[in-house]
């Protein structure tokens, strides 16, 4: 290290302003008048001005309305009541660019008193990267929510069409159970019926060979009587004619009392029969029944 450069650095001011000037935020030094005393490189650029631009000017050319008309009145007021509002405290404000644009920053203000003399020192550092990068970020949580809310939207409407597949899959069910039990009640139904066929079937095979049996019997009083009478030919057999005449008639009416009941049961199987429900008794009707098996 040169002598020079030694000496240099022992200078408490040159570090300082060494400092001062390569600072990446732009810092500011104005008095109790809002006159800009001093200004680094990077408050400079920050702010599109040359240096002789705004040293000795009033710092509120860098602030854009209502502050640029009430910042003199803030260092006044300050002055006289001594309440700090804004020294000692960071806020964010908006700075006013040459080129008529702003810009958002965050605004450090201290204080410096030297003998009776007010001096304040104004660090800027530009938020404009970090707003676009937080503006950025609620565009994404924005397009995160819609999304979430269209995903939401087309989950809510499969558990509907899920729902209702289920309804119409449950209504199949229980139509289907339905018709299963009708297919059982119909299918005992045939099967009574069958039964019904199979007993109607036995008590007409049980009809035909009786009334068989019953024509069979006065049939041969028929043709045994009707072979009698020609043997009857004279005036005093005439009650023995007479008699097998009647056994023929008695015999021919049997005959038709079975045809009757025949036509009886196809009326019945045919649904043209209509019961009549009469009293009677049954030792008259016995007492007839044995008159004709008598006569028979």
Same mark, same amino acid.
């Given at each position: 290290?040169?002598?020079?450069?030694?000496?240099?650095?022992?200078?408490?001011?040159? %570090?300082?302003?060494?400092?001062?000037?390569?600072?990446?935020?732009?810092?500011?030094? @104005?008095?109790?008048? #809002?006159?800009?005393?001093?200004?680094?490189?990077?408050?400079?650029?920050?702010? #599109?001005?040359? =240096? =002789? &631009?705004?040293?000795?000017?009033?710092?509120?050319?860098?602030?854009?309305?209502?502050?640029?008309?009430?910042?003199? +009145?803030? %260092?006044?007021?300050?002055?006289?009541?001594?309440?700090?509002?804004?020294? #000692?405290?960071?806020?964010? %404000? #908006?700075?006013?660019? *040459?080129? +008529?644009?702003?810009?958002?920053?965050?605004?450090?203000?201290?204080?410096?008193?030297?003998?009776?003399?007010?001096?304040?020192? +104004?660090?800027?550092?530009?938020?404009?990267?970090? *707003?676009?990068?937080?503006?950025?970020?609620?565009?994404?949580?924005? &397009?995160?929510?819609?999304?979430?809310?269209?995903?939401?939207?087309?989950?809510?409407?499969?558990?509907?069409?899920?729902?209702?597949?289920?309804?119409?899959?449950?209504?199949?069910?229980? *139509?289907?159970?339905?018709?299963? %039990?009708?297919?059982?009640?119909?299918?005992?139904?045939?099967? @009574?019926?069958?039964?019904?066929?199979?007993?109607?079937?036995?008590?007409?095979?049980?009809?035909?060979?009786?009334?068989?049996?019953?024509?069979?019997?006065?049939?041969?009083?028929?043709?045994?009587?009707?072979?009698? @009478?020609?043997?009857?030919?004279?005036?005093?057999?005439?009650?023995?004619? /007479?008699?097998?005449?009647?056994?023929?008639?008695?015999?021919?009416?049997?005959?038709? /009392?079975?045809?009757?009941?025949?036509?009886?049961?196809?009326?019945?199987?045919?649904?043209?029969?209509?019961?009549?429900?009469?009293?009677?008794?049954?030792?008259?009707?016995?007492?007839?029944? *044995?008159?004709?098996?008598?006569?028979?």
């Amino acid at each position: 290290m040169s002598p020079e450069s030694h000496s240099a650095l022992d200078n408490p001011l040159n %570090i300082l302003e060494s400092i001062v000037e390569t600072a990446i935020d732009g810092i500011f030094l @104005i008095d109790h008048r #809002g006159k800009v005393l001093r200004v680094n490189s990077a408050g400079l650029h920050l702010f #599109g001005y040359t =240096a =002789a &631009e705004v040293l000795g000017q009033n710092v509120s050319m860098l602030m854009p309305a209502p502050h640029r008309e009430n910042h003199d +009145g803030y %260092i006044h007021n300050y002055l006289d009541s001594g309440i700090k509002k804004i020294i #000692g405290i960071g806020r964010e %404000i #908006g700075g006013l660019r *040459k080129d +008529g644009t702003l810009f958002p920053a965050r605004l450090a203000v201290s204080e410096i008193i030297i003998g009776e003399e007010h001096y304040f020192t +104004g660090i800027i550092q530009d938020l404009t990267p970090m *707003k676009a990068v937080q503006e950025e970020i609620i565009k994404l949580n924005h &397009e995160l929510e819609q999304l979430v809310i269209e995903r939401t939207t087309e989950l809510q409407d499969a558990v509907n069409l899920l729902l209702e597949t289920n309804q119409q899959l449950n209504k199949s069910i229980e *139509k289907h159970k339905s018709y299963e %039990i009708a297919l059982l009640a119909t299918r005992d139904e045939l099967r @009574i019926s069958l039964e019904k066929e199979k007993e109607l079937s036995s008590l007409k095979s049980r009809f035909v060979s009786m009334a068989s049996h019953e024509f069979k019997t006065p049939l041969a009083s028929i043709l045994s009587s009707a072979a009698l @009478i020609s043997k009857y030919t004279t005036t005093e057999q005439a009650p023995d004619r /007479n008699r097998h005449v009647d056994r023929i008639k008695s015999s021919v009416n049997h005959l038709n /009392n079975i045809l009757m009941d025949f036509l009886s049961i196809t009326r019945l199987e045919e649904g043209q029969f209509v019961p009549v429900i009469t009293r009677f008794r049954c030792q008259a009707c016995f007492l007839i029944l *044995k008159t004709k098996q008598k006569a028979c």
